[in-house]
């Protein structure tokens, strides 16, 4: 243990040592804080702090995972087995399992995602016959997960006549009834959605003192990672829970906090002194990851915040180079030097195409990138994007070993009680719901007794919901014996899921179907997996478990490197040699919805910093001169983070003053002006008219607007001249491709070439940018 101690720098040791009382780390990005907590747990274990006594706090499965296996390596993996560390959902969600009957829920509650409640949402408004374009699905969830987070249920929506007040003037009255039916609908399904795993554990640890008496006893040390992006509800939970013995250590950067948006609060750093007393703050300051160019260029700009706790980030890594800073075109321009860049760096410093990644503020901004990167085969990854688990097929499946372990979930039901087609339609459906609403019993109950109901569905249709209904009971016999994959085997082959994927034989039909494999493969890997944990079955139950709290980046087992395209909020704890930080302009990053207020532009500020330092050894910025948004191209203007960041850390790749306007259209078209006939603007008091001269400041933002174009009376060149059929070359947009033919003469003489990925195409020649490779 001591040696490994000696493992860290005096900043990092301090704070590891601490034992007892409350302490913030303020850890600057690339400081290793990560390596502090887990150390710290590791110490406190040697001290003699029992492991069932610690509690460890992440923000992903992935955070947990690591420091877990750090500690095991540590401390042996007997004793890290009795840790509780893991998601802020996933512990909360463990603890409401335990007391579920306290707030009248099932333990075996199913936890809805973000499609399933946006679904049931969109089915009461529906049901309560609301205009859907005022009342958008999406946004009233997005309203109720906000008011959740601010601990503000239905009765205290009630009784807030403010809140009441902006929902009629935003032309929604009816919000609180849509919000109530909601929470009614997931307490009858017995089923909570994340913002729930909060609400009720703060619930739970209010209306139960002994409950919060239990886990205070059982928590005496606390520790929680990331604490800048904690929101007010998880504040509250973690402030209840330290409460008896303030063992509780912080950690995390307000320079780096990013989420506001979806409810973070960055004052809970700021004032995490003013909750404890004799708190000891401790500094780290010392950045591993990111060479001294970087470090410095974040520094610069994470200073123009006002709001921030004071450190100096510094480091002892080499220069490094320069950070690059590119003006393009066009967004496809700007694609195509992203790709182009990462080729040759690929090629020229023999680098995986793992070690890259392309950094944008809106996901719309991936697709030229990824157009690029596909016409020059680089192998990419979104993140962000449709996670595996949110594939139609996938869900398919989900929802039927949901219903098993919960019937009442009313989503699982409504998606597969006609999937494979049973002959049970929406109408049929309907009535059902009508029916459940009207007993106050879920959908399942009302089948299960639909003999014995008043109901106008025919017999044949009643024996069909019966036939479900003892398949689902059968299903739940042979869970009792069998694991997750077994399950799983049993209800893919029973329901008919399979060979209903196999009619369709086009491509996407076999690559729903290899999904599906690949989801059988998963839980079979997860049911080895559970062999190793303590008290662990392998059940279908601790598989849904798993699988409701999984996040995008918890799901890359790709072994094929590949260059990761996410938004900057996900890459957030993640690091590469290589950073390409695309659209800084004005209105799209700082954001145009987030310019309102100064915290919201610092705000932004920070985004951009989190970005910067997620490079280690170079950081490429680029931005446009003209950009579509909502299919318009519109004029760009380079974003005012370019020129925060001190000129000594900057290279710009084409200079930043020195450059010279190139009409794209000849001003032959035009024809002379004639003089004699411009109006002149004569002043009231008759003197010449003065030239106002711009200031310095006007000339460099005209200067950086001036785009570089080729003009058109371009003339074919030596090279271009001199091509032949059979040759290999390069077009900037179309990629790598063989040349089948020469024609036309002069200045009119064309290629047709065949493009590996763009096809076969006639080029101009005294227009094309074609790079012969052999």
């Known amino acids: 243990m001591e040696n490994f101690l000696n493992e860290l720098n005096e900043a990092q040791r301090a704070p590891v040592e601490h034992k007892d009382g409350p302490l913030i780390v303020i850890a600057g990005a690339g400081s290793g804080k990560t390596r502090v907590l887990t150390y710290r747990i590791a110490y406190l274990m040697h001290q003699g702090v029992d492991p069932f006594h610690i509690l460890a706090l992440t923000f992903t499965n992935k955070a947990a995972r690591e420091m ?41 509650f199913t936890i809805y995602d973000t499609q399933d409640s946006q ?38 929506y009630y009784n807030n006549g403010e809140l009441q007040e902006a929902d009629a003037m935003a032309k929604r009255p009816r919000f609180g ?17 994340f913002d729930d795993l909060l609400l009720k554990t703060n619930e739970l640890l209010n209306r139960f003192p002994d409950v919060l008496a239990k886990y205070q006893n059982r928590f005496k040390y606390i520790l929680v990672d990331e604490y800048q992006d904690t929101n007010h509800s998880q504040y509250l939970i973690v402030r209840a829970l330290s409460d008896k013995f303030q063992n509780i250590c912080v950690v995390g950067d307000d320079a780096q906090s990013i989420y506001a948006f979806r409810g973070a609060n960055i004052n809970n750093i700021l004032n995490f002194q003013r909750d404890y007393e004799d708190v000891q703050m401790y500094r780290l300051e010392q950045n591993y990851r990111s060479t001294k160019n970087i470090v410095n260029a974040a520094n610069s700009i994470i200073d123009k915040n006002q709001t921030k706790l004071e450190k100096v980030v510094w480091t002892n890594n080499e220069d490094g180079e320069k950070i690059f800073v590119n003006r393009l075109l066009t967004d496809a321009e700007e694609g195509r030097f992203v790709a182009s860049s990462i080729f040759e760096n690929q090629m020229q410093k023999q680098m995986h195409y793992n070690e890259f ?117 059968s299903f739940q016999v042979q869970k009792q014996h069998l694991n997750a994959f077994e399950m799983t085997e049993v209800v893919t082959k029973s329901t008919g899921l399979i060979q209903e994927l196999k009619k369709d034989g086009t491509p996407e039909g076999i690559a729903r179907i290899e999904n599906m494999e ?35 980046l918890d799901t890359d087992n790709d ?10 909020h996900l890459a957030k704890g993640l690091e590469f040699p290589i950073v390409y930080i695309v659209g800084l302009e004005e209105d799209l990053f700082p954001s145009a919805m987030s310019m309102n207020t100064r915290s919201e532009l610092e705000e932004e500020r920070r985004l951009f910093y989190v970005a910067l330092t997620r490079a280690e050894k170079q950081a490429y910025l680029t931005y446009t001169q003209s950009r579509y948004r909502w299919g318009k191209l519109i004029d760009a203007e380079p974003s005012r983070f370019i020129d925060e960041i001190n000129e000594e850390y900057v290279n710009y790749l084409i200079p930043k003053d020195n450059y010279k306007y190139k009409p794209l259209v000849s001003t ?23 030239i106002n001269q711009p200031s310095e400041q006007q000339l460099r933002r005209l200067r950086k607007l001036k785009p570089e174009g080729s003009n058109v009376t371009a003339k074919i060149s030596k090279e271009m001249s001199g091509l032949q059929a059979g040759q290999k070359v390069e077009h900037n947009r179309f990629g790598v491709g063989k040349i089948l033919n020469i024609e036309g003469v002069g200045q009119d003489k064309k290629a047709e070439i065949d493009f590996n990925n763009g096809g076969i195409k006639k080029i101009l020649l005294r227009f094309s940018k074609l790079k012969v490779l052999e």
């Not at 004793?79 to 969600?93: D, P, Q, R, V």
């Not at 009834?177 to 959605?193: L, P, Q, S, T, W």
Request: hydrophobic share 35%.
């Open 68 to 108: 877990k296996h750090r500690i095991s390596k540590i401390v042996g993996q007997s004793e890290a087995k009795n840790l509780w560390m893991g998601t802020f959902h996933s512990i909360f969600a463990k603890i409401l399992r335990i007391e579920a009957d306290k707030l009248g829920y099932p333990s075996n």
């Open 177 to 193: 009834e849509i919000y109530k039916n909601y929470v009614d609908r997931c307490f009858k399904a017995g089923a909570m959605d």
């Open 119 to 156: 679904r049931l949402i969109s089915s009461i408004i529906k049901e309560m016959n609301l205009d859907k374009d005022i009342y958008k699905y999406k946004q009233i969830y997005s309203r109720i997960s906000s008011l959740k987070n601010s601990l503000i249920t239905v009765k205290a």
């Open 559 to 568: 072994d094929e490197p590949r260059v990761a395209l996410m938004t900057i």
């Open 668 to 690: 032959d078209i035009f024809g002379d002006v004639d003089k004699s006939k411009l109006r002149q603007n004569k002043p009231k008091n008759g003197t010449p008219p003065s």
């Open 357 to 473: 990644a392309v950094l944008y503020r809106t996901n719309a901004q991936s697709r030229a990138i990824e157009d690029a990167l596909r016409k020059r085969d680089i192998p990419y990854r979104i993140y962000g994007g449709l996670s595996f688990y949110q594939r139609k097929e996938i869900k398919d499946v989900l929802a039927y070993l949901r219903l098993i372990v919960n019937p009442n979930d009313e989503e699982s039901l409504k998606r597969v009680i006609n999937y494979p087609a049973r002959g049970i339609g929406t109408t049929t459906l309907d009535r059902l719901i009508i029916a459940a609403n009207q007993y106050n019993r879920s959908i399942f109950e009302v089948m299960e007794n639909i003999a014995r109901i008043e109901i106008k569905i025919n017999s044949s249709t009643k024996n069909k919901l019966t036939r479900f209904v003892e398949m689902i009971r």
């Open 518 to 552: 690949e989801l059988l493969n998963g839980i079979k890997d997860f049911v080895e997996g559970q062999k190793e944990i303590d008290e662990a079955t392998g059940s279908l139950d601790e598989f849904l478990e798993d699988v409701a709290l999984v996040t995008d």
